[in-house]
């Protein structure tokens, strides 16, 4: 299993390049799960779905006022 899992994250650090490790992708992606995680635990991010929440949206500076298409 051990295995499988460094050579996913092989995988992820080529296709990610500008010289990244392996190691360093499993870093950022366990930090980046972290702020999310702490994100969602104070109320923002992104809802169930994964979708980006209207705060968020709000806060990006979006006139898109409907998460649904973008006729």
Known sequence: MQ???NDRWRAVSGRVGGGLSAAACREK???LE???RL???QGGGRDEGG???DEEEDAAGSDDDDN???E
């Open 29 to 31: 992606a366990t930090e």
């Open 39 to 41: 994100r969602t635990e």
């Open 34 to 36: 972290e702020n999310d």
């Open 68 to 70: 649904d298409d973008d």
């Open 3 to 5: 295995d499988y899992d």
């Open 51 to 53: 979708d980006i929440t």
